[in-house]
């Protein structure tokens, strides 16, 4: 990885035949580690061990901001334009890809298309254009949910998931333990039982 000074970077993704495209604002290179574990308003990139993300094989990267550090450049419209997979409680829907099946985000509350300038917020090229981003009122009780697959990030040496993982940048949330358990604590080194690197 770089070395250099964490700070704020556009982060384009999609899927693999692009009909999901995406930008996430992510400060890179990942300032978190077990030494300096980010707060639960800060950006973060995790794998659980639920069946749900085993399964869908979700390397989860939480941006700090869900208004401001994600976009949806296209479809602008994703509950009717993409597929959507839902589970337990309903709450998040795993969107992907209807043509090529990659999952790209997971969202959990109400979103909006709206107009913003790219550049502004600290993109590079976009200037201003219509994305689909969650609506919220900045109140913790309204926060939506949102995680990129860290797997659909177009590729920069700021950001490897190999690297992440070898330094252990990578937290490791247990989920399956049975209710009458208690949940283990998060881990940095390797996965809990039934989770993957």
Same mark, same amino acid.
């Given at each position: 990885m770089?070395?250099?000074?964490?700070? &704020?970077q556009?982060?384009?993704?999609s899927?693999?035949?692009?009909?999901?495209?995406?930008?996430v604002f992510? $400060?890179?290179?990942?300032?978190f580690s077990?030494?300096h574990?980010p707060? +639960?308003i800060?950006?973060?990139?995790y794998r659980c061990?639920c $069946?749900?993300?085993?399964?869908?094989?979700?390397?989860?990267?939480? +941006?700090?901001?869900p208004?401001d550090?994600?976009m949806?450049?296209? +479809?602008?419209?994703? #509950?009717?334009?993409l597929?959507?997979?839902?589970?337990?409680?309903?709450e &998040?829907k795993f969107?992907?890809?209807?043509k090529?099946?990659?999952?790209?985000?997971t969202f959990?509350?109400?979103?909006?298309?709206?107009?913003?300038d790219?550049t502004e917020?600290?993109?590079?090229r @976009?200037g201003?254009? @219509?994305v689909? &981003?969650?609506?919220w #009122?900045?109140e #913790?009780?309204? &926060?939506p949910?949102?995680?990129?697959?860290g797997?659909s990030i177009d590729?920069r040496e700021?950001?490897?998931?190999?690297a992440?993982?070898e330094e252990k940048?990578?937290?490791?949330f #247990?989920d399956r333990?049975? +209710?009458?358990?208690?949940?283990?604590?998060a881990?940095?080194?390797?996965?809990h039982?039934?989770?993957?690197?």
């Amino acid at each position: 990885m770089a070395e250099t000074a964490p700070k &704020r970077q556009a982060c384009h993704g999609s899927c693999h035949c692009g009909l999901t495209q995406y930008i996430v604002f992510l $400060t890179l290179p990942h300032p978190f580690s077990s030494s300096h574990p980010p707060k +639960p308003i800060e950006q973060e990139v995790y794998r659980c061990n639920c $069946t749900t993300c085993y399964k869908l094989n979700i390397f989860h990267v939480h +941006p700090a901001n869900p208004r401001d550090d994600f976009m949806l450049l296209s +479809p602008l419209d994703p #509950d009717h334009e993409l597929s959507i997979y839902q589970c337990h409680s309903k709450e &998040r829907k795993f969107y992907f890809c209807p043509k090529c099946g990659v999952r790209c985000f997971t969202f959990g509350g109400e979103g909006e298309t709206d107009t913003v300038d790219l550049t502004e917020l600290g993109g590079d090229r @976009e200037g201003k254009r @219509e994305v689909w &981003r969650a609506k919220w #009122d900045g109140e #913790d009780s309204t &926060r939506p949910y949102v995680s990129v697959n860290g797997t659909s990030i177009d590729y920069r040496e700021d950001f490897d998931l190999r690297a992440l993982t070898e330094e252990k940048r990578v937290q490791y949330f #247990d989920d399956r333990s049975e +209710p009458e358990e208690k949940k283990k604590e998060a881990r940095w080194d390797r996965p809990h039982y039934g989770g993957c690197y």
